[in-house]
């Protein structure tokens, strides 16, 4: 039994952007392909999803090569649920932006290229091979230097430098690690390598291979010492974009590191207390750094950084409670950090600017909308019922169970910065009175649209804060799934065995 | 660029370099070539006539745009390696004619996923060459 539907979520995409691109200079039909072409995407990737929540590693040995040789794409409950959280997410950035996103941008093809990000996206979360890993990493950030840039605003180029340059140069670094790897050991299938890794002496070099790719994914996923370029490009494109940058993009660093940290270099005390370091300064500076920014995209970019180190701290730990405290963040933050975006967004639709000083009034003139924000921002922070709060209850228990002082010191710092940012979006976006509005009013374009375009913009936000709630609320079955996640990684012998033992029937 | 010689030889050049790059494409499965190479010796012969002849001219001789060619290209390769998955095959397996073809050889479906690659890359390298090329 060939597992077709492994492949699905990456082809569907691909799919959906040959047939925009048949349609290059008609914007009006691209917007419905958008739409659908996502919906099926979503489908596709939520059949896989309840595939592997049965336990099952599925796999696919692409072009009939056997495993060690050829490129298997495999999905396990991690893998399943990403895509279709990523689905998810694209579905939802797909329907805001075709309202949100202007004649100019999409006649320069932003359709297309969204879909061929959200093929990469899916590609990175499946592929089995780490060469194909890093050709999916490369679709990735093609795709996402085309977004940033179409539109061509000077603030938007000058933070495309930044975003090119540092991405070019983890691509670089690698690419290294994996040649590195690949010159040592002779494989790039990652169930053999772990296997051959396990076997090998020689150490110091393979240490070498793993810090290299520790920086790479460390670039991509904005920790620490490598964040500079997050903040400085991610506030500059359409709020659509930055929604699925922010939501996705850092994610698939943090991805790729889990899937690299959990198989291959397993049980090694000195990258784990790197990834510990890592993880909490991540946390405490990028909090920081979101306390004194007055743009409300910029708090957001901020806060990715800070959150990232919460992923990385259960990575470091790598207890199975603090995997699944790390799964279940990495859940959530997809989905609240793309909400988060996509209402700065429709913040600048209803009231004209990014900036706190310019705004106010939201609560006054939409007090329903106001508390369906409140829900996205409060479940950012983490406070009880709403979702951010059990992955960090299980990342404390974690932590306080290795007795590790400053993981517990730096969640809770985190934490505390975060809500105080997220009161200061709140008090001044939302409570405080406007303090321009005659003159906000000439730039909102809202009052002028129509019924079903409000209603288009409105509707993938509150999937989000429904599924954000969803996740909050019935935590128990998320829970379960990230037990089984947990279960899954800490146990590379089941991949291994599902990648490795999966003969082909060669005709 | 306009030397009578280039002139004279490009209008020669350019379907001699067209059926060396299907000839680089077709035997390109087990030998040195393929739709990428192909493609870009097709996208060159189009550039060099461009040089001789002008930009426009060069455009009217190829009615369609360039650009055309990608979705097209992309769409050939991808129902290529779509097309094992009807068979029950994974995705991207070769899945090859019995008997031969007379001048093209074995008929499978890597043939048609690199001539999917050679439209893309004709597609797409005119596309750049012809945009920076365009004077306004």
Redesign the interface.
């Known amino acids: 039994m060939?597992a077709?539907v492994v492949?699905w979520p990456i082809?569907l995409p691909?799919?959906s952007?040959?047939v925009l691109?048949?349609f290059?200079n008609q914007s009006k039909i691209q917007r419905y392909i958008t739409v659908l072409g996502h919906g099926i995407t979503l489908l596709a990737s939520f059949w896989l999803a309840m595939r592997t929540y049965s336990g099952d590693i599925l796999t696919?040995?692409?072009?009939?090569w056997s495993a060690p040789y050829g490129i298997v794409f495999v999905a396990d409950a991690l893998s399943g649920s990403l895509v279709l959280l990523a689905s998810l997410a694209a579905f939802c950035v797909g329907l805001f932006s075709v309202v949100s996103i202007g004649q100019g941008r999409a006649s320069f093809g932003y359709f297309p290229i969204l879909q061929f990000l959200l093929m990469g996206l899916n590609g990175s979360f499946l592929a089995g091979d780490i060469f194909n890993l890093y050709v999916w990493f490369e679709v990735i950030i093609i795709s996402s230097f085309v977004l940033i840039t179409l539109g061509s605003e000077k603030a938007q180029l000058e933070g495309a430098i930044k975003y090119v340059t540092m991405n070019l140069l983890a691509s670089v670094i690698f690419l290294t690690g994996i040649a590195m790897l690949y010159g040592l050991l002779g494989s790039l299938n990652l169930a053999d390598l772990s296997l051959k890794i396990s076997q090998s002496e020689d150490n110091g070099l393979i240490n070498t291979a793993a810090v290299l790719l520790l920086v790479g994914f460390g670039i991509k996923s904005a920790i620490f010492p490598m964040y500079f370029w997050l903040p400085a490009s991610y506030h500059t494109p359409p709020a659509a974009v930055s929604a699925i940058f922010g939501g996705l993009l850092t994610k698939v660093g943090v991805y790729a590191m889990i899937r690299v940290f959990s198989l291959l270099f397993i049980d090694d005390p000195f990258i784990r207390g790197i990834l510990i370091v890592l993880a909490v300064s991540s946390m405490v500076v990028g909090a920081m750094g979101a306390l004194v920014q007055q743009n409300i995209r910029k708090i957001f970019s901020f806060l990715i950084i800070s959150h990232i180190g919460f992923m990385i701290a259960g990575l470091g730990m790598f207890s199975t409670i603090a995997v699944i405290g790390m799964v279940f963040y990495l859940f959530h933050d997809i989905i609240v950090k793309t909400n988060a975006f996509m209402i700065s967004g429709l913040i600048y639709k209803l009231r004209g600017s990014f900036r706190l000083e310019n705004l106010g009034g939201m609560y006054n003139r939409y007090p329903y909308l106001s508390i369906m924000f409140a829900l996205a921002l409060f479940s950012l922070v983490g406070t009880p019922p709403l979702s951010g709060f059990w992955p960090k209850l299980f990342l404390l228990k974690a932590s306080f169970n290795d007795l590790n002082w400053w993981i517990i010191g730096g969640i809770i710092a985190a934490s505390f910065l975060t809500l105080i940012a997220i009161i200061k979006i709140w008090l001044a976006a939302f409570w405080k009175k406007h303090p321009n509005y005659a003159e906000a009013k000439k730039r909102i374009v809202w009052y002028d649209l129509p019924k079903i375009q409000k209603f288009t913009i409105l509707l993938p936000i509150a999937i989000l804060t429904f599924v954000s709630l969803y996740l909050g609320l019935n935590a128990s079955r998320v829970v379960e799934i990230c037990q089984l996640v947990a279960d899954q990684i800490t146990q590379p012998s089941v991949y291994i065995d599902a990648v490795l033992s999966n003969p082909?029937n060669q005709p | 660029m306009n030397t009578i010689i280039l002139k004279t030889a490009s209008k020669y050049l350019l379907p001699l370099l067209l059926l060396f790059s299907i000839f680089v494409l077709l035997r390109g499965h087990y030998l040195p070539g393929g739709g990428f190479v192909g493609g870009l010796i097709a996208a060159i012969a189009f550039v060099l006539h461009a040089f001789a002849n002008g930009l426009p001219h060069t455009q009217r001789l190829m009615r369609i745009h360039p650009g055309f060619l990608m979705p097209f290209g992309l769409a050939i390769s991808t129902i290529s390696g779509m097309f094992p998955m009807l068979l029950n095959q994974p995705f991207m397996t070769g899945v090859w004619k019995k008997d031969p073809v007379p001048v093209i050889g074995s008929l499978g479906s890597a043939l048609f996923f690199d001539i999917g690659v050679y439209l893309v890359v004709i597609g797409a390298s005119l596309t750049i060459l012809f945009t920076i090329s365009e004077t306004r």
């Open positions: 060939i077709h492949i082809l691909l799919v952007a040959i691109m048949f290059w696919l040995n692409a072009g009939s082909v």
